[in-house]
């Protein structure tokens, strides 16, 4: 499997962001943009699988990050991780670029007619200095540095001049922390479709700056030739927060959005059973399967010793069988983190009315985090990234 695993705990994740946060600071700043390799150590945290699937929450984050440095000396590293923020608040109110990015790669996949040139980019096949040996990072680690995607994706679209959503699905299917929100929109990004007209284009000499020399590509496309596509829906307001009735006997479905549900759901209310999902079916490859799989195993330990409840590991979401354990335990209601635009929210949208029709609603509760930043995404991020200080502020983790 992963040649590199991250361990699948929160307690490795609480560590791993303990050892960063002293260097959240000048040394993430100076170094964020440099990839020196996967066997050497870099600047930047490898704390994305742990946040992709909220085993540790942004909040957390950012609190340990300005426990240690004022805001203006951790903004770079703080602004990375509200991009992710940004990314889920973005789509979350224009769910249907989700829908309009599976149908282009479905199309792409049935229609492109170049599949060998497609076998040899994902097999690090090309010939291109940097980028075959990306792909062949990405397959044995399931990670890739964050500059090292963007050249990446920039290489695939613009000088193999190949479709970016398959692009965006071959990252989707290898990526450990492979996220809806943050992958899509970051492909759509590099292809100038985010930013109307703006592309990112990779240069040799940027590549060579950023990896200490260990690649300088030739051959490189020097005009972004930007695919187009139908116009993007003007944001749409954010579903209404569901109301939780605590009194309720409540069975706690948790999913792989939100691996720690002791942050979201306190001792006031009544959990009755528990389910914690792995199905297979609602991740993209088999690098984020392995992670999940033993993150849901620790997630359980941590959800029967919390809620002393009576928990049980799922492998597939069905209305029929999350009916049977809800009534098994005696619950009036189904509550869930809530699952932002991807296979989860989809899978469990198509259960709702069969749990609806037995009176067992699906209540999902969105964290505060996401409750005060999400509806700032209604633009780029530049403006969002304004309002950043004065929310930190009132949450009280700036000083």
């Known amino acids: 499997m992963l040649r590199e695993p991250f361990p699948a705990t929160r307690n490795a994740a609480l560590l791993r962001l303990t050892q960063f946060a002293p260097r959240a600071g000048h040394a993430y700043a100076s170094g964020r943009n440099t990839d020196p390799g996967p066997e050497q150590a870099g600047a930047v945290s490898k704390l994305s699988p742990y946040l992709r699937y909220r085993m540790l929450t942004e909040q957390e984050v950012v609190g340990a990050t300005l426990g240690q440095h004022s805001l203006p000396a951790a903004e770079k590293y703080v602004q990375e991780v509200l991009w992710r923020t940004y990314w889920k608040g973005w789509l979350e109110m224009r ?5 309009q990015y599976l ?9 492109f007619p170049n599949a060998r040139a497609i076998q040899s980019a994902e097999a690090g096949e090309t010939g291109i200095e940097g980028f075959d040996d990306w792909a062949r990072e990405l397959l044995e680690t399931g990670y890739l540095h964050n500059h090292a995607r963007m050249w990446f994706a920039s290489i695939w679209i613009f000088t193999l001049r190949l479709p970016w959503a398959l692009g965006a699905d071959f990252f989707l299917r290898h990526l450990v922390d492979a996220d809806a929100a943050s992958n899509t929109l970051s492909w759509r990004w590099v292809a100038g479709l985010q930013t109307a007209g703006k592309a990112y284009l990779a240069t040799s000499e940027n590549i060579a700056r950023f990896t200490h020399g260990r690649f300088v590509p030739k051959g490189l496309a020097t005009i972004a030739t930007m695919p187009t596509e139908t116009p993007v829906c003007a944001a749409q307001p954010l579903p209404q927060a569901a109301y939780l009735d605590a009194q309720k006997p409540t069975f706690l479905l948790v999913t792989p959005e939100d691996l720690h549900p002791e942050s979201v759901f306190g001792a006031s209310v009544k959990i009755n059973g528990a389910g914690i999902l ?22 359980a330990e941590r959800v029967a010793s919390g809620f002393k409840c009576p928990t049980k590991l799922c492998n597939h979401l069905d209305a029929a069988s999350l009916i049977a354990q809800a009534r098994e335990a005696g619950a009036k209601q189904v509550v869930t983190a809530y699952a932002p635009v991807g296979p989860v929210a989809d899978a469990l949208a198509r259960i709702a009315p069969s749990l609806a029709s037995e009176g067992l609603p699906i209540v999902q509760v969105r964290r505060a985090w996401d409750e005060s930043f999400w509806p700032l995404a ?22």
């Open 95 to 99: 769910p249907s670029v989700w829908a």
């Open 278 to 299: 792995f199905d297979p079916e609602t991740l993209s490859g088999d690098n984020a399967r392995y992670f999940v799989e033993g993150a849901t195993r620790d997630a």
């Open 103 to 111: 149908e282009e790669r479905d199309r792409q996949r049935d229609s």
């Open 378 to 399: 209604t633009k780029g991020f530049f403006p969002f990234k304004e309002r950043i200080p004065k929310i930190l502020k009132e949450m009280g983790l700036s000083r």
